[in-house]
T-cell receptor, first 113, second 115 residues
Framework: GQQLNQSPQSMFIQEGEDVSMNCTSSSIFNTWLWYKQDPGEGPVLLIALYKAGELTSNGRLTAQFGITRKDSFLNISASIPSDVGIYFCAGLNYGGSQGNLIFGKGTKLSVKP | DSGVTQTPKHLITATGQRVTLRCSPRSGDLSVYWYQQSLDQGLQFLIQYYNGEERAKGNILERFSAQQFPDLHSELNLSSLELGDSALYFC??????????????FGEGSRLTVL
């Protein structure tokens, strides 16, 4: 089945640093999404990308949908302590049930004040 | 607050036992999804219901079953529990059956510990 390879698995950074994480797949997706899971909470959607090559920002977050439709990256600029959590990428194809969202295994981000 | 409510938040039980996890979706959402989150497995899709009917199945074990009731709440039943079933179980909901934005609204999860 389809799998997403998300890296890095974990990151320990200093407050103020920029962060970059990515997700790759062996197959194409029509939609790429990035979710964040705060400690003790369920995942929440951060950014959704619907077009190959699309670059979308949400505050300090920027995500891109790769041209090949097989990858996506998420950047966080000037990290702050509340950025701590697990970031998941997810891929979806049109017309499929949203239960067919394929999630990566997550990148756990720790931020030192 | 996503509007999705899950109970119980924490559950500790023994191997061989059976438990039921409950989910109330966001008001108006017809689709309910169940996910399992283990330490090293990320989010694994288990099953989806839409307006009372099963619509998609993922990696759900035969020992697990689910249903969605007429009032749209859903229950996930886990039986003959094993140590490896210890995990966070999330419910998520969306208004529609398919397509859409890919945005799932997740509850806070039910943490199951099997001893």
């Amino acid at each position: 089945g389809q799998q997403l390879n998300q890296s890095p698995q974990s990151m320990f950074i200093q407050e103020g640093e920029d962060v970059s994480m990515n997700c790759t797949s062996s197959s194409i997706f029509n939609t790429w999404l990035w979710y964040k899971q705060d400690p003790g909470e369920g995942p929440v959607l951060l950014i959704a990308l619907y077009k190959a090559g699309e670059l979308t920002s949400n505050g300090r977050l920027t995500a891109q949908f790769g041209i090949t439709r097989k990858d996506s990256f998420l950047n966080i600029s000037a990290s702050i302590p509340s950025d701590v959590g697990i970031y998941f990428c997810a891929g979806l194809n049109y017309g499929g049930s949203q239960g067919n969202l394929i999630f990566g295994k997550g990148t756990k981000l720790s931020v030192k004040p | 607050d996503s509007g999705v409510t899950q109970t119980p938040k924490h559950l500790i039980t023994a191997t061989g036992q059976r438990v039921t996890l409950r989910c109330s979706p966001r008001s108006g959402d017809l689709s309910v999804y169940w996910y399992q989150q283990s330490l090293d497995q990320g989010l694994q899709f288990l099953i989806q219901y839409y307006n009372g009917e099963e619509r998609a199945k993922g990696n759900i074990l035969e020992r697990f079953s689910a249903q969605q009731f007429p009032d749209l709440h859903s229950e996930l039943n886990l039986s003959s529990l094993e140590l490896g079933d210890s995990a966070l179980y999330f419910c998520a909901s969306t208004p529609r059956l398919a397509g859409g934005t890919g945005e799932l609204f997740f509850g806070e999860g039910s943490r199951l510990t099997v001893l």
